[in-house]
């Protein structure tokens, strides 16, 4: 079984910083492009970074570039997202998803075949 697990969201104020964890178990065919998504209250799942599996190459949401920093560590099977200057509109809960077989785009979430349970983040004084 493929299991994703989030951790490292909390409470963070203005301007802080955060570092969400994406441990990846259960599988054992080549790793997988790792995406993170949110959703925030009353809005949709969007996108917020991800990393291929192809080659390694990172991709960001307009919102979150310069901001936010993805990152793989292939020895831990563990995908990282720092998260840098933190606002308010960055409240969500976040949520890792593994890839294994389509090629491309990886911030969009009906390509994600697993997914984690997520990880709240919320950002407020």
């Known amino acids: 079984q493929v299991q994703l697990v989030e951790s490292g969201g909390g409470l963070v104020q203005p301007g802080g910083s955060l570092r969400l964890s994406c441990a990846a178990s259960g599988f054992t065919s080549r790793y997988p492009t790792i995406g993170w998504f949110r959703q925030a209250p009353g809005k949709e799942r969007e996108g917020v970074s991800c990393i291929s599996r192809n080659d390694g190459s990172t991709y960001y949401a307009d919102s979150v570039k310069g901001r936010f920093t993805i990152s793989r560590d292939n020895a831990k099977n563990t995908v990282y997202l720092q998260m840098n200057s933190l606002k308010a509109e960055d409240t969500a809960v976040y949520y890792c998803?593994?890839?294994?077989?389509?090629?491309?785009?990886?911030?969009?979430?009906?390509?994600?075949?697993?997914w984690g349970k997520g990880t709240l983040v919320t950002v407020s004084s």
């Open positions: 998803a593994a890839d294994f077989f389509s090629v491309g785009v990886c911030l969009s979430a009906h390509v994600m075949d697993y």
